[in-house]
């Protein structure tokens, strides 16, 4: 192929409108993420001795809830990859998201790109963003990397140019993976290599979902090759149907997985009215197709605006971003249904190429025609061969730094991961006292105390080894039990939070208790646990205020539902007034207000207005106190998830 121009790699930055994602919360998040499916709660036995079942939790990653939804023009790290026929913008600080994919010749945005940053509460752990291409892995949902910076790097692409690669180390399944970019020359489609490695001993089970926003008004088409599709719509039961020609107008949150017949090229395109918009296809390891869409009935464009803060007092909605009439979203996976998973044998990998780029077409067939024209499926197939030497070419011209916990588990593995280096440079205070346990048997005791909330919590049965020898101090003793909890043995778990309480008394033992009690339905107990956590904590000084307005968030409602109204006012009151001013805790003290028979202070509150930033979804908890109010529909301010 002719070279038609070269490939550039640069450092940049990009300017947004952007919410603050404010700290982590520093409390382990030992239950499921709101939202997971009852199906995957009930998970058999079988499956969990298997290792195949879902994640019981997001541990130990933490939660991301502290964002808000007031935005300041923020810098962004950005790094572009540019030829001749392609403009990609990467957010290496951000999950490695591609923000914006512009095809140069025509001058069109091939993805929907967000015009604002604003994290809601979509990713497993909590602040997620909308528009561009996401990397989805680790369990089904956004993944917990949405909001986390992750390695970048250049290194040679197999055209002789050049190629950014992004990697980093999933937590939830311990495996490592790699994205690499390239633009090759002459080509009208970004190709990228994907690779997700299993060192360890046992089988692990692999969820990836590719996922691109892209229009979804009325007049948009989406065409895969298939005929029927798995329908999952609100009531959470997926049935066959026929497949849909877009995002259907006027309807709810909805997902279609593409029933792609074994012996046909994956792929999928999403056209304007005109015909023109974008396609991806990729090799056979990556073959499951989806279609989802938020519903472009005045709910769903409701919950767009909330995504884009084109809900904010004289917004101009940003028409041009495609956000405004309505997006959707397509995804590519190796698993053809929504919840699927593939296992990862012990010392496998799992690698494919996928490509997006601009096509015009009229129907499926053209579609299928010009996309073998433009990008044939052999071709595919041996730029996916060439790719893969280039795959462990370590790289050596670093871009962005990611966490250390990558570094951490290969010191722990002695793991072999060529092109994907976990440079010891990267481990920084979360880690260390893990390194030293590792190193000489001990977590350093002598560094907590009271008033610090214990840092992350490791929970591989590796780690939970480790601890069981080494735990015989307060922290040590606290993270076994968050390990234990992990691991399905409750009952241990509450003996070392006992243990770890007689040690050394602190709020964080006496929290852990609080959620062991809610889940073994002893709300009295659980109550009192989480009323003694807070107060402990706020009369400790020093004590850092995203732990007491955890503390609180807790205690408050668990206060509530055994009708300690009193307890539950002197929480509240006692909070900084920065704490109490977030929308989160308004609501709160909302339900408060109905608790004590002050129904009109209560309405007068929704009146007012205020926002409720990490509201999950699904959640009704406004609409439960709106409710307690009035028989008035929920206001559209409200109606939001």
């Not at 940049?12 to 409390?27: D, I, K, M, V």
């Not at 009930?42 to 879902?54: F, I």
């Not at 010191?411 to 072999?416: D, I, K, T, V």
Request: hydrophobic residues 40%; neutral net charge.
């Amino acid at each position: 192929m002719a070279r038609t121009g070269t490939t550039s790699i640069r450092r940049s930055t990009l300017t947004l409108p952007a919410a603050a994602l404010g700290p982590e919360n520093p409390l382990p998040a030992l239950l499921p993420p709101p939202g997971t499916p009852a199906a995957a709660r009930r998970a058999p036995d079988r499956r969990r001795r298997g290792g195949l079942a879902p994640p019981p939790s997001v541990l130990p990653v933490r939660l991301r809830d502290g964002y808000g939804r007031r935005r300041a023009l923020t810098e962004l790290d950005a790094v572009v990859i540019e030829n001749d026929r392609l403009a990609v913008t990467v957010l290496p600080g951000l999950g490695g998201r591609v923000h914006a994919l512009r095809h140069k010749p025509t001058g069109r945005d091939l993805l929907s790109t967000n015009p604002v940053l604003q994290p809601v509460n979509r990713a497993l752990n909590g602040a997620w963003f909308a528009g561009g291409l996401e990397w989805n892995l680790g369990a089904h949902g956004r993944s917990a990397l949405t909001c986390a910076p992750v390695h970048a790097a250049v290194v040679p692409a197999p055209d002789g140019g050049r190629m950014l690669r992004l990697w980093e180390w999933e937590r939830l399944r311990d495996t490592p993976f790699q994205v690499d970019l390239w633009l090759p020359d002459g080509s009208d489609f970004l190709h990228v290599g994907v690779r997700v490695r299993n060192p360890h001993d046992r089988t692990v089970p692999v969820s990836w979902w590719s996922s691109a926003a892209v229009p979804g008004t009325p007049g948009t088409r989406v065409l895969a090759p298939a005929d029927q599709a798995w329908h999952t719509g609100p009531g959470g039961e997926p049935r066959r149907v026929p497949v849909p020609g877009g995002p259907p107008a006027g309807a709810g949150p909805a997902d279609w997985a593409y029933a792609i017949p074994p012996d046909a090229r994956p792929w999928i395109a999403v056209l304007d009215e005109h015909g023109d918009g974008v396609a991806q296809t990729s090799t056979d390891a990556l073959r499951g197709r989806r279609l989802s869409a938020w519903g472009t009935g005045p709910r769903g464009l409701r919950r767009q605006r909330w995504l884009t803060g084109e809900d904010a007092p004289g917004h101009a909605p940003a028409h041009a971003s495609g956000f405004a009439s309505g997006y959707a979203e397509i995804h590519a996976g190796p698993a053809v249904h929504r919840h699927g998973e593939v296992p990862l044998r012990a010392g496998e990998e799992l690698s494919w190429l996928e490509a997006y780029g601009p096509l015009t077409a009229a129907d499926r067939e053209e579609a299928e025609r010009r996309l073998a024209a433009a990008l044939p499926e052999d071709a595919l197939r041996a730029a996916h061969a060439a790719w893969l030497p280039y795959a462990d070419l370590d790289p050596k011209e670093i871009l962005h730094t990611g966490s250390g916990w990558g570094a951490l588990e290969v010191a722990r593995g002695a793991f072999e991961l060529p092109g994907t280096p976990f440079d010891p440079a990267a481990l920084g205070p979360e880690q260390r006292p893990w390194l030293e346990l590792l190193r000489g048997g001990r977590l350093p005791e002598e560094d907590s105390a009271p008033e610090r909330p214990p840092g992350p919590s490791l929970v591989s049965r590796p780690w939970r080894e480790r601890l069981e020898y080494a735990a015989d101090g307060p922290l040590a003793l606290y993270h076994l039990g968050v390990a234990q909890w992990h691991a399905g043995d409750r009952a241990q778990a509450r003996r070392s939070w006992e243990r770890s309480l007689a040690a050394a008394k602190s709020p964080w033992a006496l929290r852990c208790l609080a959620v062991a009690h809610a889940c073994a339905d002893h709300p009295e107990r659980a109550a009192a646990d989480a009323l003694a956590a807070t107060e402990l904590a706020l009369d400790t000084a020093s004590v850092p205020i995203p732990a007491l307005a955890a503390l609180a968030r807790e205690a408050v409602p668990a206060l509530l539902a055994v009708g300690r109204v009193e307890d539950a006012r002197r929480v509240l009151d006692r909070l900084p007034s920065g704490v109490r001013r977030a929308g989160r805790f308004r609501l709160l003290d909302v339900r408060v207000l109905i608790a004590e028979g002050e129904t009109a202070a209560a309405r007068a509150a929704f009146d007012v207005g205020f926002d409720v930033a990490d509201l999950g979804e699904g959640e009704d908890s406004l609409a439960v106190a709106w409710a307690a109010l009035t028989d008035e529909p929920l206001p559209e301010r409200y109606d939001v998830v």
